[in-house]
C-alpha cells in the first residue's frame, strides 16, 4: 500500500477532545473541553422545535440562508459600529473552526508566513498544517499576557501573510487593548498584512475590560477577516454555527473554499437561531452578569484552595501553574487528576509552542453547583496530586 498523506502524518487527537473522552471514562466532572452544562435560551429551543415541523430541511444557499445572514448583518452591525452587507460581506460557515480554515486556505500560499501569538487554541496548529503555512510564533508573557512590541515586529518584518488573532484569547482569557489593537493594525498596514481574527468570545468579557473590533480601525476592514460563532454566545456549541465578515472580495474566494468543505451550515438550526440574533442588549448584558458570577465562584474557590491561577479578562478559562506538584507532564497530571480527583482539564502544553508544561486549562462555562462540587473536588488536589 502507499504511504499516506505526508501533511496529516504528525497529526495527533485533539488533546481537549481527548481529555473530554478521558472524563466520560471514569465520570469527572469535564472542565477541560469548552461547552456548557446548562441548555441556550428557551426562544431558541422552541425555535427549533417550530422549525422541526415547518422545515426547512433542505440545503441553504451555501453562503448562508438569506434571512439567518441578514440577521447575522443586523447583529454585527450594531456591536462593531460598521455598515455590514449580509450578501457582500457575511459568510456562514460550520462553525467558527471552518470559517478559520475556509479563511486560510483563501489566503495563504503553502510556504508562505502567518504569525500565531502563543498561547494559542490548538486549532490554529492544525490550520497552518493544512494551509501549508508556516507559523511565526510570538509569546504572549504571564501573568498579564502582554506581547513585546519589538517582538511582534520582527515578526512582521518576517514578510507574513496573515496574523491569526483570537480576542478574547482562548486559553488566557486576555482580551487586547485598544492601544494593542491599534498598535498591531499599524503593523499590518505597515507590513501589507492580513488579519485574522477569532472573536467567538466576544460577549464574554469581564469588566473592567472592554471588546474592541480590530475590523472597525482606520484602513483596517479589507485586510481584516473577522471569524466568529453563535456556540458560546448562545450556549449552542452542538449546532455548529459560525461565519467570517470581511470584504467582498475575500467573502467571495473564502466562499469557495466553503462550498467545496462543507456546502452549507444546517439550514433547519440557521433558521431557529434567528430568535437569538433578534435578541436586544439586555440579552447581552445578563449573558455577560451569568459569566461573571460563574468566574468570580470558581476563582474565589480557587483562591481559598491555595490554588494558583490567572485571571481571565474575557472567555471563560483560567489557567493553573501546576509547578509545585512536580510533574514533568502536565498531560500526565491531567490524566491522574481525571483518576484520582473526578476533575477534567486539558494540559497547556497543547497550548504553547515553547514546551511549557506547568499549566493546565479549566473552563467555568458550568451551572453553578457544577463548579461547587468540582471545587470540593479539587480539595484533594494538594494532597493526592504530589508526586
Not at 502567518?114 to 493544512?130: C, K, R, T
Amino acid at each position: 500500500m502507499q504511504a499516506l498523506s505526508l501533511r496529516t502524518a504528525d497529526f495527533t487527537e485533539s488533546v481537549i477532545r481527548k481529555m473530554t473522552r478521558i472524563c466520560l471514562q471514569h465520570n469527572a466532572i469535564n472542565l477541560s473541553q469548552g461547552f456548557p452544562d446548562f441548555d441556550p435560551p428557551i426562544e431558541l429551543q422552541e425555535a427549533l422545535a417550530k422549525v422541526a415541523t415547518k422545515g426547512p430541511h433542505q440545503y441553504a444557499i451555501t453562503s448562508g440562508a438569506a434571512n439567518f445572514k441578514q440577521a447575522l448583518a443586523r447583529k454585527a452591525s450594531h456591536f462593531m459600529g460598521l455598515e455590514v452587507n449580509a450578501e457582500e460581506n457575511v459568510l456562514v460557515t460550520c462553525g467558527s473552526t471552518e470559517a478559520m480554515i475556509a479563511t486560510m486556505l483563501a489566503l495563504v500560499n503553502p510556504g508562505e508566513k502567518v504569525i500565531v501569538f502563543s498561547p494559542f487554541y490548538e486549532n490554529y496548529g492544525a490550520d497552518a498544517i493544512l494551509s501549508g503555512a508556516e507559523p511565526i510564533f510570538v509569546p504572549l508573557n504571564p501573568p498579564e499576557f502582554h506581547f513585546d512590541e519589538d517582538a511582534l515586529e520582527q515578526a512582521f518584518k518576517q514578510k507574513p501573510k496573515a496574523i491569526i488573532l483570537c480576542n478574547p484569547s482562548n486559553p488566557c482569557g486576555k482580551v487586547f487593548s485598544l492601544k494593542e489593537l491599534e498598535f498591531i493594525a499599524d503593523l499590518a498596514i505597515k507590513y501589507d498584512v492580513y488579519v485574522i481574527t477569532d472573536e467567538v468570545y466576544e460577549h464574554i468579557i469581564f469588566a473592567p475590560f472592554q471588546h474592541h473590533y480590530i475590523a472597525t480601525l482606520p484602513k483596517m476592514f479589507e485586510r481584516t477577516i473577522s471569524c466568529s460563532s453563535l456556540s458560546k454566545t448562545y450556549s449552542i456549541t452542538g449546532w455548529r454555527l459560525g461565519y467570517l465578515i470581511a470584504s467582498k472580495e475575500i467573502v467571495q474566494r473564502a466562499h469557495k473554499v466553503h462550498d467545496f468543505l462543507t456546502i452549507g451550515a444546517a439550514a433547519p438550526l440557521q433558521e431557529a437561531a434567528i430568535a437569538g440574533l433578534n435578541f436586544d442588549q439586555s440579552y447581552y448584558t445578563d449573558l455577560q452578569n451569568k459569566y461573571t458570577l460563574m468566574k468570580d465562584t470558581f476563582l474565589n474557590g480557587l483562591k481559598a484552595l491555595d490554588i494558583k491561577h490567572s485571571t481571565p479578562q474575557g472567555a471563560y478559562f483560567v489557567l493553573v501553574d501546576i509547578s509545585e506538584f512536580g510533574y514533568e507532564s502536565d498531560t500526565e497530571f491531567c490524566q491522574k487528576l481525571i483518576e484520582k480527583v473526578g476533575v477534567a482539564a486539558v494540559p497547556g502544553s497543547s497550548f504553547f509552542k515553547d514546551g511549557i508544561n506547568t499549566y493546565i486549562r479549566f473552563h467555568f462555562a458550568k451551572k453553578l453547583e457544577t463548579l461547587h462540587e468540582a471545587l470540593n473536588r479539587l480539595e484533594k488536589m494538594k494532597t493526592l496530586m504530589r508526586k
